[in-house]
C-alpha cells in the first residue's frame, strides 16, 4: 500500500506544480482558486509522501515522489503550458522513468 500512497503523492506534486503554473497566468478569482488548489494538492502530496515512507526506505521514496512529480510536470509543460520539447528532454525524462524503475526493483519492499 506504500508504493500506492507514494505513487498517488506524487501525482498531487503534479498538480501542485502544475497549479501554481495556471496560478500565474490567471487574475483576480480565477488566481485565488488556482492558488487553493496548490495549497490543497502541496498538502495532500506531503501528507502521501509521509504515509508512504513509513513503511518505505525515505531516500527511495523521496527519490521515487519527485521523479513522479518531475516527469508529471515536465509532461504538463509540455501538453498543456506548451513548453519545448527536443531529444534532451525525452532522452532526460526517460533517465528519470528508468531510475525511478531501479529504485522500486532494489527497495525490497
Known amino acids: 500500500?506504500?508504493?500506492?500512497?507514494?505513487?498517488?503523492?506524487?501525482?498531487?506534486?503534479?498538480?501542485?506544480?502544475?497549479?501554481?503554473?495556471?496560478?500565474?497566468?490567471?487574475?483576480?478569482?480565477?488566481?485565488?482558486?488556482w492558488y487553493g488548489s496548490f495549497v490543497i494538492c502541496l498538502c495532500l502530496s506531503m501528507l502521501?509522501?509521509?504515509?508512504?515512507?513509513?513503511?518505505?526506505?525515505?531516500?527511495?521514496?523521496?527519490?521515487?515522489?519527485t521523479g513522479i512529480g518531475a516527469i508529471g510536470t515536465a509532461l504538463v509543460g509540455t501538453l498543456y503550458f506548451k513548453e519545448p520539447i527536443d531529444f534532451w528532454r525525452i532522452f532526460f525524462i526517460s533517465t528519470l522513468v528508468l531510475s525511478i524503475v531501479g529504485l522500486k526493483y532494489v527497495s525490497n519492499t
Open 1 to 33: 500500500m506504500s508504493w500506492v500512497y507514494l505513487i498517488l503523492g506524487g501525482l498531487f506534486e503534479v498538480g501542485f506544480a502544475s497549479s501554481l503554473g495556471k496560478a500565474q497566468q490567471s487574475t483576480g478569482n480565477e488566481a485565488v482558486y
Open 48 to 65: 502521501l509522501l509521509i504515509k508512504a515512507t513509513q513503511e518505505l526506505p525515505i531516500g527511495t521514496g523521496y527519490a521515487v515522489w
